[in-house]
Structure formats: structure tokens, C-alpha cells
């Protein structure tokens, strides 16, 4: 599984803490917390899921477990409200 972000649908934007996005087709916006940030990051960088749960799991000291499921249900999210698509 890979995440691809289409620039062409979507912008961010951080501001503190906070990642913003906006779906520019729908219209709607998402705001991510500190840690979701790190990822929409990630994301941006062409990380893999594998590398992104690995930081999370070593950065935020939380179980590989619960990176990796937490990290697939934010990424199921962001595929159903058309933001990042898997290939």
C-alpha cells in the first residue's frame, strides 16, 4: 500500500500544533493534531507506511501495534474523504 497525495485536490497548510487541509473539490477541510501532522508530512515526503510508523512508534513512545493501526485508520480516513489515494 502506498499513499499518493494529489496536489490538484488538495492543499495544507500547518499553523502550530496543527496541520489544515483542504479537499480543493469538495470543499471540505480537515484539521489534523500534532501527530497526524507528522504524518500528512511524511505523506508528503513519499514515506512509507512502514517509515511512518516506525517514527511514530519511536517518537511518541506508543507500541509498533498501535502506530501501525492508528496510522491505517487515519489513512482509510484520508482516502474516504478523497485527500490521498492507495495504490
Known amino acids: 500500500m ?5 496536489k490538484e485536490v488538495v492543499c495544507w497548510s500547518k499553523l502550530e500544533n496543527e496541520t489544515l487541509l483542504l479537499n480543493l473539490v469538495t470543499g ?3 484539521t489534523l ?3 497526524g501532522g507528522v504524518i500528512w508530512e511524511m505523506l508528503v515526503d513519499q514515506k512509507n ?3 511512518i ?3 511514530i512508534t519511536k517518537e511518541y513512545d506508543v507500541p509498533a501495534e498501535v502506530a501501525e493501526q492508528d496510522l491505517k485508520e487515519l489513512l482509510n480516513m484520508l482516502q474516504s474523504e478523497g485527500v490521498l489515494t492507495l495504490k
Open 2 to 6: 502506498r499513499p499518493f497525495i494529489d
Open 28 to 30: 471540505f477541510y480537515y
Open 33 to 35: 493534531d500534532e501527530v
Open 49 to 51: 507506511p512502514e517509515e
Open 53 to 55: 510508523a516506525a517514527r
